[in-house]
């Protein structure tokens, strides 16, 4: 099961809103199969696990681990429970629960009405966590939201005149264009594009572009700014106006619009996870409105003496881990 989900980490940021999954398939204490899930509207990872086997006879006397629920409807791809019923294999070990109503207990059903034999909750911990964003947005109904900014040591995130760059050190801002490339939008606020005129792209990795989210509340941005450049879907979140620009997309929110009513637009749209980028306005809203999964902070040796005041995050450090002379902390919310 550890190997199952080492292979299904090679999906991810590739297969959204469909969770990461891997499976291996063990016969006689042997590997003879293991495949994951690699793109999304592609094959599942227990149809590419069986396709590399290349006996299929032993498969009615293989074990298949796997570390979310095989799936027993037609989405993209037929229901993977169905293909383990019919080629007879004789175990199936689960991971997790797939909580989505669409499967919910209904996989697990199959096996065992085939006469399969079925464990359930090996590594479920590890399972959960690998797709904390699958997870969220299915029993919460709204995007897992990554809070992320850079700091200097004595505690700003930006000058008085909200200049920045650059806080962090080459390494950490590469390691942010991969995050960028592993969720499914990135968000700034208004102060943030007007001084950083950030492109919002995944330059220093290789991976996809996320959606660009902006909040302008009366669209006092001008056009010229990178994120409306229509490189990259983006929607800027307004209370003026809907409309759509090629790639641009203007929503209108009522004018009283809260942190919750982006979530749902976004939930909407089928969106998995957002990274906030900032500014300290937008980053402080998240953290007073409790609707956040996790906060990653840089801090810098380097000192502004004044400026724009960082956000405090309201639980303690989860992880912290050394990037040169930068410090990165990781926060959970509970």
Known sequence: MQRALELAE???????????????????????????HQKYGQAHAEVNAVNAVKNHELLMEAT??????????????PPCASLLVEKKVRKVVIA??????????????QLK?????????????????????????IEKKRPYVILKWAQTLDGFVAREDYSSKWITNASSRQLVHKWRAEEDAIMV??????YDDPALNVR??????????????????????????????????????????????????????????????????????????????SLNKFLASELWDEARVFTSSNKFGSGVAAPIP???????????EDTLRIYHHV
């Open 10 to 36: 090679f999906g991810r940021g590739k297969v959204s809103p469909n969770p990461m999954v891997g499976c291996v398939i063990v016969h006689q204490n042997k590997i003879i199969g293991e495949g994951y």
């Open 314 to 324: 309201p639980t303690p450090v989860s992880e912290t881990i050394e990037i040169l």
């Open 204 to 281: 220093d990795w290789v991976g996809k572009n996320p959606l660009r989210l902006v909040i302008d509340s009366r669209l006092e941005l001008p056009n010229s700014l990178k994120l409306f450049d229509e490189a990259v879907p983006t929607i800027c979140y307004n209370t003026k106006k809907s409309e759509v620009k090629g790639t641009l997309e203007y929503k209108k929110l009522d004018p009283d619009f809260q942190v919750k009513d982006i979530l749902e637009d976004l939930y909407k749209r089928n969106i998995q996870s957002v990274l906030i980028e900032g500014g300290s306005y």
């Open 189 to 194: 606020g208004k102060n943030t594009a007007k």
């Open 96 to 109: 997790a629960f797939d909580t989505n109503p669409l499967v919910g207990g209904k996989g697990f059903q």
């Open 113 to 137: 009405d085939a006469g399969i034999e079925v464990v359930t909750g090996l590594l479920e911990k590890e399972a959960r966590i690998q797709n904390k964003r699958f997870f969220t947005q």
């Open 64 to 77: 298949v681990y796997v570390t979310l629920e095989p799936c027993a409807h037609y989405g993209k791809t």
